[in-house]
């Protein structure tokens, strides 16, 4: 089946550093990437796509790149803020079983000290 | 305006009860979902709505029962409350299967 594998957390960071969080991949076909972002208290918000290999997505200064080669949608920010501070979600969307689903990898902890 | 409003915000109850969660969601959207995240936010899909047909179904106890009396609405019930069932309901909505979700701010639900 289709699945998401994305580094176990929690991230803590200083203000201004490189943010990398990487995430892989198995689906059959060609899957849509996501990542999805949780503030505290809230809801997830889609953060940013790629719908096909080579595509790259990119919002608020984050940004992530569909390599088919290697499965991956590593989640990349080159200065994290305070206000970054999140559970960070990859997904992926894929058809299986006759009807389109999104699949999410288990989250990852963003803390991002002052 | 909230696009996707769940009520309540929070639930605690005691095991055996049966409680419902309300969504509804005022986007436009055709299809609703409901996500089930646990205490290390792990989520995971129980059902999906397209139109008001129930088009996903994953193995969830017969317990949970969706409801949809329209396409802006999609209400969870759940019977006979067990405390493996406490988690945070996230209700989400799109344009089709293939749009992007807009999730709500969730349910937090106790069972005690």
């Known amino acids: 089946g289709n699945s998401v594998t994305q580094m176990e957390g929690p991230v803590t960071l200083s203000e201004e550093a490189f943010l990398t969080i990487n995430c892989t991949y198995t689906?059959?076909?060609?899957?849509?990437l996501f990542w999805y972002v949780q503030y505290p208290g809230e809801g997830l918000q889609l953060l940013l796509k790629a719908t096909k290999a080579d595509d790259k997505g990119s919002n608020k200064g984050f940004e992530a790149t569909y390599r088919k080669e290697t499965t991956s949608f590593h989640l990349e920010k080159g200065s994290v803020q305070v206000s970054d501070s999140a559970v960070y979600f990859c997904a992926l969307r894929a058809r299986q079983g006759g009807s389109e689903k999104l699949v999410f990898g288990k989250g990852t902890k963003l803390t991002v000290n002052p | 305006d909230t696009a996707v409003s769940q009520t309540p915000k929070y639930l605690v109850t005691q095991m055996g009860n049966d409680k419902s969660i309300k969504c509804e969601q005022n986007?436009?959207?055709?299809?609703m979902y409901w996500y089930k995240q646990d205490s290390k936010k792990f989520l995971k899909i129980m059902f999906s709505y397209n139109n008001k047909e129930l088009i996903i179904n994953e193995t969830v106890p017969n317990r949970f029962s969706p409801k949809s009396p329209d396409k802006a609405h999609l209400n969870l019930h759940i019977n006979s409350l067990e405390l493996g069932d406490s988690a945070v309901y996230f209700c989400?909505?799109?344009?089709?299967?293939?749009?992007?979700?807009?999730f709500g701010e969730g349910s937090r639900l106790t069972v005690l």
């Open positions: 989400a909505s799109s344009y089709g299967e293939s749009g992007e979700l807009f």
């Open positions: 689906a059959t076909g060609y899957p849509s």
């Open positions: 986007l436009g959207h055709d299809t």
